[in-house]
C-alpha cells in the first residue's frame, strides 16, 4: 500500500512506469477489471470536480472496487472534527481515499496513517493526478518529454507547481511564463531545481508569454484564479490580460505544437475558442486520458506490485 501525494516522492523509473501503466490501461482495459476486487475506496472532496471526480469514481468501479464519495457538506473536514480523527476512522472502513481539498496539510495528515492509501486528487499547492494524465497524452503525442519545448503560460498555481516536478524529475525541458508577482511557490522551484540537477532537466522562468511560446512544442494554460482565489478575478484579468493562449501566440510555436489545458477553461480568457477547438487542441483527448492515469495511481497505492 502506498500514498500518491506529490510527483516528487517518485523515481523517474516509477513515474514512467505509471506513465506506461496508464497506457495499456488505456489500450486493454480488460485486463484490469478485476485488479481492484475487494477493495474499498473512499472519495472525500472538499471541492467542485467533474473529470477528477468520474475519473477515479469510474476507473475504481471498473476494476471491480466498491466506492463511496462524501461530499463537502456530509463530512465538513477540520469543523465536525479533527482531520486526524476521520482519518483514523475511514482507515477502519476503506483501503484507500481519494482527497481533493484547499489546504495541502490536510492530505499529508491523512498520509500519516499507514493503514489507509492516500491519493491527492488536488489540493491548492499540488495536482499530480492531473499531471500524470498529461503526461500520458505527452507520451501518445510527443514520445520523448526530454526531446521537446514544453511551455505553460499562465498562473503559477497547484497543476503548475506538478508540471514543474514532472518535468524535473523526467529531464525535460519546461519554460513558465507568468506575471510578476504569480510565479510558482519558490519552494517547489527550489526542490525541482535539486531534482533537475540529476535529470539535466532545465527549468526557465518568463515574464513574457510571446517569447516563451517561441517554437514552442506544447502550450499549455490553465484557468486565471483557481478554485478558492474567485474574489482576485478583477485584478487578476487586468495582470493576466497578455497571458492568453490565443491564435497570434499560437503562431509563434511550432505548426506542429499541440494546446493542452487541464479545464474547466474560460473560454476568452486564459484561452480562445479558436485555440480549444482547433486543429492544435488535444484539450478534450488529455481530459479522457484522466480516466486511466487515474486507474494506474489506484493501481500503485493499492496494488503496487502491478507497476513495481
Known sequence: MRNFV????????????????????????????????????????????????TSFYVGAMQMGARVVYYSPEEVKLGQREKVSDAARTLAGYLNGIVLRTFSHSVIE??????TLAVINALSDLLHPSQVLGDLLTLYELKKDVKKIKFVYIGDGNNVCHSLIYAFSILGGNIFIATPKGYTPDRKVLQEATQIAKKSNAKITMLSDPK??????????????????KE?????RKKVFKRFRIDDKILKMAKKSCIVMHCLPAHRGEEITDSVIDGKNSVVFKQAQNRLYSAKAILLYTLRGKVVL
Open 6 to 53: 506529490s510527483l516528487k516522492d517518485l523515481s523517474r523509473k516509477e513515474l514512467i512506469r505509471l506513465v506506461e501503466l496508464s497506457f495499456r490501461i488505456k489500450k486493454k482495459p480488460s485486463l484490469y477489471r478485476d485488479a481492484l476486487r475487494g477493495k474499498d475506496v473512499g472519495l472525500l472532496f472538499q471541492k467542485p470536480s467533474l473529470r477528477t471526480k
Open 231 to 235: 474574489k482576485e478575478m478583477t485584478e
Open 211 to 228: 517569447r516563451a511560446a517561441l517554437l514552442a512544442d506544447v502550450l499549455y494554460t490553465d484557468v486565471w484564479a483557481s478554485m478558492g
Open 109 to 114: 495528515e491523512f498520509a500519516k496513517v499507514r
